[in-house]
């Protein structure tokens, strides 16, 4: 089992456990000089064999679009042979590697590959692009929220950063991230939610205000529900928000929700976001919240700014 629980450890040693052990056994088969024969003077034996491994821990994380890369850093048990003055010895001995892996996760897991292999050492880690911690949580902070939003508008509306426009988050989400948008039932009967996005396939109960009761609908994955007495008790610019919200939940949180489908057995992902959220939602990010209160804290902030670039605005404001 791996030495940790978070999200992405179960993931690499529940799902993955053969993808990694198979080259790491032909590496170390291949390389038996990275051995080092504890309490011995031979450093180098003739030949190693895997005999057993546990994950450690995964470090270096980062997601993107719908690969995650990360090293998995893995402690072997290790058979040593070699032949000396005096014959043949045999010996075990542990040692630590760093393997790194990449796969392509949405609704299964697909293109797993290890891409390097090398014995462990504490070096620092530099800060990639895309950078998540082990659950699969973006690691962001209140400063690079306007940079996340300039990033989602360059890939799927760029044209709103050049020239000051109303940014069209409808077509954004149904045409251009290939998203289905719903809008004609209610989520409660109280509008206790704005949105609702799905992550896997599955049922979703919707409100039905005139007749008082719910029903259920097939959605697929990537469906967004908004509900519709938003366009009533709220305005059109609240509407626009919360389709932004959910865009962002998909944009990077959805290798997240992948995994998390995966190590449950396939079962529904969805995420229901309240129309009163927490007043800490707003504050820098706590190490003692959830991860669905940080990935609520991320979209929260992150969605005003895709309506509303920075740098166009202050155009606009200046004419």
Not at 202 to 225: F, M, N, P, Q, S
Not at 234 to 240: A, K, Q
Not at 268 to 278: G, L, M
Request: aromatic share 10%; glycine share 6%.
């Amino acid at each position: 089992m791996p030495a940790n629980k978070n999200a992405l450890g179960r993931f690499a040693f529940e799902k993955c456990y053969g993808e990694i052990f198979g080259p790491l056994a032909a590496w170390i088969s291949e390389h038996p000089g990275s051995v080092k024969r504890k309490g011995s003077r031979e450093t180098s034996p003739g030949s190693a064999t895997l005999k057993s491994m546990r994950l450690q821990f995964t470090t270096n994380v980062a997601i993107l679009p719908d690969i995650v890369s990360f090293d998995a850093v893995i402690s072997c048990e290790i058979g040593l042979a070699d032949w000396s003055f005096e014959g043949w010895w045999f010996d075990t001995t542990r040692q630590w590697y760093r393997v790194n892996c990449t796969a392509t996760v949405a609704d299964t897991i697909r293109d797993f590959a290890v891409h390097k292999i090398d014995t462990y050492s504490r070096r620092p880690q530099s800060v990639r692009c895309g950078a998540a911690d082990s659950n699969l949580i973006p690691v962001l902070s209140a400063r690079d929220f306007e940079a996340e939003a300039t990033r989602f508008l360059a890939e799927y509306c760029p044209e709103a950063l050049v020239t000051p426009m109303p940014v069209p988050i409808d077509e954004i989400v149904r045409i251009r991230m290939g998203l289905v948008l719903i809008r004609n039932g209610c989520l409660a009967d109280d509008l206790q939610y704005f949105g609702q996005i799905h992550f896997s396939p599955g049922i979703a109960k919707v409100y039905d205000i005139l007749c008082e009761g719910t029903e259920d609908i097939d959605v697929r994955r990537g469906t967004i529900l908004i509900d519709a007495m938003t366009y009533w008790e709220r305005n059109l610019g609240c509407v626009n928000n919360t389709i932004a919200h959910e865009a962002v939940h998909w944009f990077l949180h959805r290798v997240y929700a992948a995994v998390q489908s995966i190590l449950r057995g396939g079962a529904a992902i969805a995420y229901r976001c309240p129309a009163n959220p927490a007043k800490h939602y707003g504050s820098e990010a706590s190490a003692r919240w959830s991860d669905e209160e940080r990935m609520e804290w991320q979209a929260n902030n992150i969605a005003p700014r895709i309506l509303m670039p920075a740098n166009t605005f202050k155009l606009k404001a200046e004419e």
